[in-house]
């Protein structure tokens, strides 16, 4: 089962791409650490605020698969430079 989470997000307090990036580095990094997931920004690469995250999980169990990316938005929802706004789950 392949578990993928599109999130729209904003960055409110970022006046450059460069502030932007940081910030997005700092929690791509930490999910790829902490868990079982591959995760990118899939677009909006050229707005200082807006961006989007996407997520993928893949395991033999969907349950399993739903428990790592609910782990991983709940991360996301933990840092206070960023808001997640629309959120999109998909299996495969």
Known sequence: MIGSAYCECMI??????????????S??????????????ETDYQDLWQRTEITIVTCSSDKVVAEKE???ALK????FP????????????
């Not at 991360?75 to 933990?78: E, F, L, R």
């Not at 430079?81 to 999109?88: H, P, Q, S, Y």
């Open 75 to 78: 991360m996301i929802d933990s």
């Open 12 to 25: 409110y307090d970022a006046n450059s791409l460069k502030e932007k990036r940081s910030v997005l580095q």
């Open 27 to 40: 929690i791509i990094t930490r999910l790829r650490q902490r868990f079982n997931v591959s995760v990118a």
């Open 69 to 71: 990316l609910d782990k």
């Open 81 to 92: 430079e960023i808001e997640r706004t629309v959120t999109t789950i998909e299996w495969f």
